[in-house]
């Protein structure tokens, strides 16, 4: 499978996709309506299969096709299971018309004939920038309005996506994310994060006293939130643009990476900002993805090894803080570097729990 992204050409009739935005929000609004009124009657949750059809008897919104509002009943359950199976916070909530995004067609309801789409409900035809073919069978279709109000488009085929070439066979890597580094390899290598976010926050924090300054509800309003908005946006594009490169690069140069599955949520909690800039878990999403292209083992290690702690004569020093960059093993005398050392460990732990064909669970002890 395969998504191709576009960008819609705005013309007056992207108004319509404004009122088919309006409706989801209504279905999603109105099938969680439904779940909480039941719950509170009979202590019991609807099935999606009763939901279906309770929509189809009777409720008909004009502007959408029936497949479009199945999916989004879907989604409702999708996001109420997560939450039974406690992976969610908290249960799905209402959302206003302008905070609902998207809508999909899956085998109906649209027509697409080149940089065309025509919507069959509301007899639009719209344009968008077909910036490279698309290739194999339409599955399924997605309209799309991010936070600036423009509309995108997104295919998805069932052509499979052809694969890259390594320049190196069996090569392997460990790699320790960090703070001070964005990562340090086992070879003794380093790589620096652009941290877009740090650089550009004077302008982010200028364009936000603006908006808070102006008249909620107005035109001038509205007008500097869409101009905050593109100054993330920016910053959203330039770092993952950066992480794309990487990812690209560290494909091709290695058959085996090994990186430590972190508590990113804690992380975040301790550390903030810091954290949002270098957005490690987007990075390790994309380098899975670009892994599964050039055919190269990503593993993950458990987050409980001590791999900064532990020497290479096997001394586990328990003492060590967040503040030592350095230590000097008691047992052995040898001098360690904590990131070049943990991404050693990590490489050498990677490596063993390839061997063996099972992950080794490590947990902290407790009373």
């Known amino acids: 499978m395969i998504a191709y992204k576009y960008k819609l050409y705005r013309t007056d009739k992207t108004?319509?996709?404004?009122?088919?935005l309006r409706e989801a929000s209504f279905v999603w609004n109105h099938a969680l309506a439904l779940q909480k009124r039941y719950y509170q009657l009979y202590h019991k949750y609807i099935g999606i299969g009763r939901m279906k059809a309770h929509f189809v008897k009777h409720i008909d919104r004009c502007l959408l096709h029936s497949q479009t509002v199945q999916e989004i009943l879907e989604r409702l359950d999708e996001a109420y299971m997560?939450?039974?199976?406690?992976?969610?916070v908290r249960p799905p909530k209402f959302k206003k018309a302008k905070h609902f995004s998207s809508f999909l067609f899956k085998q109906g309801g649209f027509k697409l004939d080149g940089n065309k789409i025509r919507i069959n409900k509301i007899s639009k035809t719209y344009k968008f920038s077909l910036s490279r073919e698309y290739e194999g069978k339409i599955k399924q279709i997605m309209i799309k309005r991010s936070h600036?109000?423009?509309f995108y488009i997104f295919i998805v085929t069932n052509a499979t996506p052809k694969p890259y070439e390594k320049s190196h066979n069996g090569a392997s890597v460990g790699i320790d994310f960090g703070l001070k580094s964005y990562m340090t390899m086992s070879d003794g290598s380093t790589i620096?994060?652009?941290c877009y976010l740090k650089?550009?926050?004077?302008?982010?924090?200028s364009k936000s006293r603006k908006l808070s300054r102006s008249k909620k509800a107005s035109n001038n309003h509205e007008r500097r939130r869409l101009d905050l908005n593109?100054?993330?946006e920016r910053i959203v594009n330039k770092r993952s643009d950066w992480q794309w490169k990487l990812a690209h690069d560290l494909c091709r140069k290695y058959d085996f990476i090994f990186i430590e599955d972190l508590s990113l949520n804690g992380m975040t909690k301790?550390?903030?900002?810091?954290?949002?800039?270098?957005?490690?878990?987007?990075?390790?999403n994309k380098l899975e993805y670009v892994a599964g292209k050039y055919g190269v083992t990503v593993h993950k290690i458990d987050r409980f090894f001590p791999s900064s702690k532990t020497c290479t004569c096997g001394y586990v020093n328990k003492e060590l803080t967040l503040r030592d960059r350095h230590w000097t093993c008691p047992e052995c005398g040898t001098r360690h570097h904590r990131d070049e050392l943990?991404?050693?460990?990590i490489l050498r732990q990677g490596i063993a729990e390839l061997e063996s064909g099972r992950k080794t669970t490590c947990r902290p002890k407790t009373a």
């Open 15 to 20: 108004k319509h996709l404004d009122k088919m």
């Open 342 to 345: 943990a991404a050693s460990n």
């Open 192 to 194: 620096q994060s652009p």
């Open 230 to 232: 593109r100054q993330y």
């Open 82 to 88: 997560r939450f039974f199976k406690h992976l969610a």
């Open 148 to 150: 600036l109000n423009e």
């Open 199 to 205: 650089y550009d926050l004077p302008r982010i924090q």
């Open 270 to 284: 301790m550390w903030g900002r810091k954290m949002s800039d270098l957005a490690h878990g987007e990075f390790v």
